[in-house]
């Protein structure tokens, strides 16, 4: 077993977090953030020191109509440049990209012509071949990249040290550890860590943490993967994100010792645009619904349902799960 | 540093869990819950596997008047035989003792006259020999005791060590662990969790977790100290209590593993009692504000008079938190 990094006081400069709240969060309102929004967001993630912003999802153009989404589903370049300029600053721009939705060799330029600086690529553990495919090509056009192994809590620890290997002889730059179903507990989070930290550090990559919070547990899932060595760390404003949400980025700020960080600015940004938000109805965050498919590592559809069509009655939703388990 | 006990499959018969809805989410309503949502509960406690009913307080007639609080701050006998007869039950029934706030010669019976069956003694670290002093008594009464030591975020490890000494050689049987402040986070916690748990297993006396969610991390803490060996788990329903409430017992129970808890019966109450405790305008649970004074290390008293007022200014509560530091 690896041994923690640092401590409780200490400062890690490999840590690096990233502002996913458009990209997960776009999942609650279909990407449909207006321009001030993003902007102010922006802004806030330089002034409170965060590392890497998540704009959106590379969707692909020919699965999805344009017209059916907010921009943040597509990134085109120009609507990302219509936010940040050339981005003069010191954070950095990430796009995600879907293994099987997402025409990469069509709607990416190179590097050089781009403003956006990491690409993560999604996948399930079984779509790897066709992840890394995508990262040699993100990487020979000059991208950061990124390996986002979701629903890990499924995956078996054969199918996870394969991926790993595989992974680690390729040009990845970070391998994220993601909890699509907010399953796993801190005891859990920290053993995958480890394997994925072992695996990653022999090969001089990063590890990254990607929680959601069906059991209340992102936070505490995040700071537990953290010490141990986990760099690359995902929140969003208020825990925006699909369901019950992800790791909150104030509660994150708050822990981190670097100086860097800035609670306050997040906070102004929670209070004009977040708060907001919630009242015009956006949903997302913890619920008793999330909890059961949290509890039975389960994809948390099902519960999206429930929550979407307004429904309060836990208990015959809690029995349908066990039904149809 | 100990090691784990047990692992995330087995059960631990050394657990036990303590029901402290009615006592820390009195604090929310001024104790006022109806006779039969107590009923209920009791029963919904009996059939959830939980071991320990916590009813309320035992307050001083002297210092606090009757008509001014619902009966469980009082919890006199046949109050509480009114909810559960001569509690023929495998549940014990459990009331808490403040030092300095409890008229404890008076008020209490010897055991074997009363449905009691344990007294925790809750005291600030400074109290320990005002707190032992009523522990003996009521030990020699014939009841279960425990002491919670609150506050213990506070407390400097030498006043901690001078505490478990003293404890550990008192009547006590049960040594808790409090976060009143909800600060620790689970390395701290659990650092402090073995530091009791050295102390009380040489003496012979089990340990215990108390959580608030003031920086949600009420269950990670629990469940983090638990996996050192603290084998008394408090939790309540829905996670009511002051001000970001509690550890959640649906939490909890979903997560051991020990057949005898049932999550399903306390689903139900839950619909049927705690959802509407809700709707009616009982306020408890995380936000911003009891964020602020974890992270700050403060007692809530500022952040539960923010939620009071129904104040939404959360940047300039911030910041009158930093002025009066």
Tied chains: 1, 2.
């Excluded at 330029?109 to 690529?121: A, G």
């Excluded at 369901?243 to 960080?261: H, R, S, T, V």
């Excluded at 009242?279 to 008793?288: A, S």
Aim: charged share 25%.
């Amino acid at each position: 077993m690896t041994s923690r990094k640092g401590n409780l006081m200490s400062v890690r400069s490999d840590i690096k977090v990233l502002d996913a709240t458009i990209r997960d969060g776009g999942l609650c309102n279909n990407f449909e953030f207006t321009d001030e929004f993003v902007r102010e967001l922006y802004k806030t993630n330089i002034k409170s020191g965060v590392d890497y912003m998540e704009f959106g999802y590379k969707a692909s153009k020919e699965m999805f109509d344009e017209s059916d989404f907010g921009k943040w589903k597509f990134c085109n370049e120009e609507d990302i440049r219509a936010i940040v300029g050339d981005n003069v600053s010191d954070m950095k721009i990430a796009v995600m990209a879907d293994v099987g939705r997402c025409d990469y060799k069509k709607d990416f330029l190179p590097k050089s012509e781009s403003v956006i600086d990491m690409v993560r690529v999604a996948c399930y553990i079984h779509q790897i071949p066709a992840a890394i495919e995508m990262i040699e090509y993100f990487h020979e056009l000059g991208y950061e990249t990124t390996c986002n192994i979701m629903a890990i809590s499924q995956a078996n620890l054969q199918q996870v040290d394969e991926a790993l290997k595989m992974l680690c002889g390729s040009s990845v730059d970070v391998i994220y550890l993601v909890d699509s179903y907010g399953s796993l507990y801190p005891e859990n989070a920290s053993t995958l860590a480890q394997t994925y930290l072992a695996a990653a550090e022999s090969a001089g990559k990063q590890v990254g943490f990607h929680a959601h919070n069906n059991q209340n547990l992102a936070f505490a899932n995040t700071i537990e993967t953290l010490s141990y060595g986990v760099s690359y760390l995902d929140a969003t404003a208020l825990g925006m994100g699909r369901g019950a949400g992800n790791c909150a980025m104030e509660l994150l700020l708050g822990f981190l010792k670097n100086p860097k960080y800035n609670l306050y600015s997040l906070l102004s940004f929670i209070e004009k645009y977040m708060l907001p938000l919630k009242e015009q109805g956006v949903v997302w965050g913890f619920d008793l619904q999330y909890m059961f498919t949290g509890q039975l590592n389960r994809h948390p559809r099902e519960a999206m349902a429930f929550t979407a069509e307004g429904r309060k009655d836990y208990c015959d939703f809690y029995k349908s799960l066990l039904d149809n388990f």
